[in-house]
């Protein structure tokens, strides 16, 4: 039995196939999110990935910001609800998720078995998210993915502390000018993402294992940050980008389970 979970972000679109779920038969992610050919283009890249046909999927559930534009979907779940059950899935010890995504931070607080217990959410201001660290990277003339790097070789993190974008992009054309390495102010930039998400997670308490999970979990630099930040180790799920999209295919299979007992 093959289903399907499609998460529709803000900035990319992401889809996993899970056979009888539990193996995962592909899993793909597009940089480019709802309101644009993202969703389209990773579905199409996941079926070609896979070898199967939309008519093969029992089930399909989509999630995420775009979610309600998804039209091939059985139905939608909130993100919350499928951060948490991929999470849950790939690492069951996880207590807390810190998910950054392109347009907002979320904590997440699960029970023992996986189900939410409280939540807590930043979509007001793109400060300390995915858009935060890709207007940095303009401005510092770098790329999201060299940025981990630069943070490693830091000896000092710059101050950034403003809570807002366009303030903080002021701060960091401060630095610049007043010739701070480019590796300190990254490390800064790193270290105020790591203050905002970890300031949520505080809010519920942070109970460990912390997990992290959506693109940003990919930058080293910010899971450095957030682990010093909590004083504890952080663990990267594994993929972090599409945890969301595989709660999302395990809720179609829990669906499709839920069908053929009627």
């Known amino acids: 039995m093959y289903t399907m979970g499609v998460d529709v972000g803000s900035a990319s679109s992401k889809v996993v196939i899970l056979e009888d779920g539990e193996r995962i038969v592909t899993a793909n992610v597009v940089q480019l999110g709802t309101g644009s050919s993202g969703p389209q283009r990773v579905l199409e890249e996941a079926l070609a990935a896979s070898g199967l046909k939309m008519e093969d999927m029992t089930k399909v559930v989509a999630t995420g910001y775009g979610r309600f534009s998804f039209d091939q979907a059985d139905r939608q779940v909130s993100e919350i609800s499928c951060h948490a059950k991929g999470i849950h899935h790939l690492v069951p010890s996880a207590r807390t998720i810190i998910d950054i995504g392109g347009q907002d931070a979320k904590a997440i607080k699960l029970d023992e078995k996986g189900g939410v217990s409280q939540f ?92 992290m999970s959506g693109g940003v979990a990919q930058n080293a630099g910010v899971v450095r940050a957030i682990s010093k930040e909590l004083k504890q180790n952080v663990i990267v799920a594994p993929n972090p980008q599409v945890a969301g999209a595989l709660g999302a295919a395990l809720y179609a299979y829990e669906d499709a389970l839920k069908a053929m007992k009627k």
């Not at 660290?133 to 630069?150: F, H, S």
């Open 120 to 211: 807590f959410m930043n979509d007001k201001c793109a400060a300390g998210t995915g858009r935060f660290i890709d207007v940095m990277a303009r401005v510092l003339e770098v790329t999201t993915a060299e940025m981990q790097d630069y943070d490693a070789k830091a000896t000092e993190p710059a101050p950034i502390s403003s809570v807002c974008t366009v303030f903080a992009e002021s701060e960091v054309i401060s630095q610049l000018s007043q010739g701070t390495a480019k590796e300190n102010i990254i490390a800064g930039v790193h270290a105020s993402v790591a203050v905002k998400a970890c300031g949520l997670a505080h809010r519920g308490g942070v109970t460990p294992d912390v997990v």
